[in-house]
Structures are given as structure tokens and as C-alpha cells.
């Protein structure tokens, strides 16, 4: 079974513009979280989904969004983005929310 | 929101060495997994331990969750045992993670 993938693997934008980073689950997995990590916060929640609908999300600011497509597959997006939204950006699938969570290889990002 | 304690927060062992980390947690929480994230920020799944005790080779679990708190150990320790170990909690909202215990294995 394939397991989690993201792209792009890397990204280097701009003060100002916007990004969309893209995360495939698991074939049959159905719930899909994103979570930035940075030094200095840690690994931190952004949001869930499952079954199309968002579930849950983290504190932070609307600028984040994302979705969950029929196939699973999700997409978060950064608008406006800051240099403080430079951070490794990880997704993970489960196949329930609650369930065993296993996690991609991560988008770098990295703002200038 | 419930609170995820690790420590210690940094440990150096030499190769062969046996070594324990700690999770505390502040509420109930409904599962409970212990990760190793590589030197590529690749977070790989150690163990799904909502309670009791899990051994997978050299590495075994324990969770206490009437107690709130979990367990990892590592034996005869190996340099690829190098990286950051997480735990992370359910609340039931969604996994909180601890801050990690750094470890490095030394040859």
C-alpha cells in the first residue's frame, strides 16, 4: 500500500503571495489533518477533514484554509503569507478521525 | 485544552545503551501514539497505545491512562535511534503533541 504523499516536497515564495500544498492519504483512508511544525511552536494542529466536511481546526488565522476532495485527497492553502509561515508543513491520513495517524514526507516552505 | 509534557527534553546515550522517555498528559484522552521523527522531518509511527503495554523489537510501550501517563522504551540503543520522539494525545478533538525528547546515540 502507498502511503502518504505530498507535494511539492519544497517551495520557496514571496512576502505577500499565496500557496497550496497538496496531501494524498492512504488508498481507503478517509480523514486527512495538517499540521505545521516550526522551531519555535512545535508541531502544532491546522485543521481536519473527513468525508469532504472540516472537522476540527487549530488556532490560526483565516489566511489557512483547506479542503478534502471525493477521492480524499486534501489541499491546505496560505494567503497573504507572512515570513512566519515559513515551516514544515506535514499531512497525515487515518483511516477514521481518532485513528492511527500516519504522515506524509512534508512540504517545506519557506517565505522570504 | 489538554496539556502534553515530554521529557526529558534532550538525551545523549552511547550506542548499546538502554534509555526511557516519558509522556504526561493533563485529561483523559481517548488514544495516545509515540513517533520518531528522522533527520529528513519524516515522523515515523512507533505506536498506537491508548493503554497498556506494545514491544516492537528493541522498542516497547506502556500507557497508564488512569494515571495519564505513557512510556517509550528504547534498548540497546543504536545510532539510526538518533532524532526526536514525540507522543501525541487525542483529546477528542484532535492529537495534541508533545514537544519531543531530542535523543542522540553516540558510536
Known amino acids: 500500500k502507498a502511503g502518504v504523499t505530498q507535494t511539492p516536497r519544497y517551495l520557496i515564495k514571496t512576502r505577500g503571495q499565496q500557496v497550496t500544498l497538496s496531501c494524498s492519504p492512504i488508498s481507503g483512508h478517509r480523514s486527512v489533518s495538517w499540521y505545521q511544525q516550526t522551531p519555535g511552536q512545535g508541531l502544532q494542529f491546522l485543521f481536519e477533514?473527513?468525508?469532504?466536511?472540516?472537522?476540527n481546526k487549530g488556532n490560526f488565522p483565516g489566511r489557512f484554509s483547506g479542503r478534502q476532495f471525493s477521492n480524499s485527497r486534501s489541499e491546505m492553502n496560505v494567503s497573504t503569507l507572512e515570513l512566519g509561515d515559513s515551516a514544515l508543513y506535514l499531512c497525515?491520513?487515518?483511516?477514521?478521525?481518532?485513528?492511527?495517524?500516519?504522515f506524509g514526507p512534508g512540504t517545506r516552505l519557506t517565505v522570504t | 485544552g489538554i496539556q502534553v509534557e515530554q521529557s526529558p527534553p534532550d538525551l545523549i546515550l552511547q550506542e548499546g545503551a538502554n534509555s526511557t522517555l516519558r509522556c504526561n498528559f493533563s485529561d483523559s484522552v481517548n488514544n495516545l501514539q509515540w513517533f520518531h521523527q528522522n533527520p529528513w522531518g519524516q515522523l515515523i509511527n512507533l505506536f498506537y497505545i491508548p493503554s497498556g503495554t506494545k514491544q516492537n523489537g528493541r522498542l516497547s510501550a506502556t500507557t497508564v491512562a488512569t494515571e495519564r501517563y505513557s512510556l517509550l522504551y528504547i534498548s540497546s540503543s543504536q545510532t539510526t535511534d538518533s532524532g526526536v520522539y514525540f507522543c501525541?494525545?487525542?483529546?477528542?478533538?484532535?492529537?495534541?503533541f508533545g514537544p519531543g525528547t531530542r535523543l542522540s546515540v553516540l558510536p
Open positions: 501525541a494525545v487525542d483529546d477528542g478533538q484532535n492529537f495534541v
Open positions: 497525515a491520513s487515518s483511516s477514521m478521525p481518532g485513528g492511527e495517524q500516519y
Open positions: 477533514y473527513f468525508s469532504e466536511t472540516q472537522r
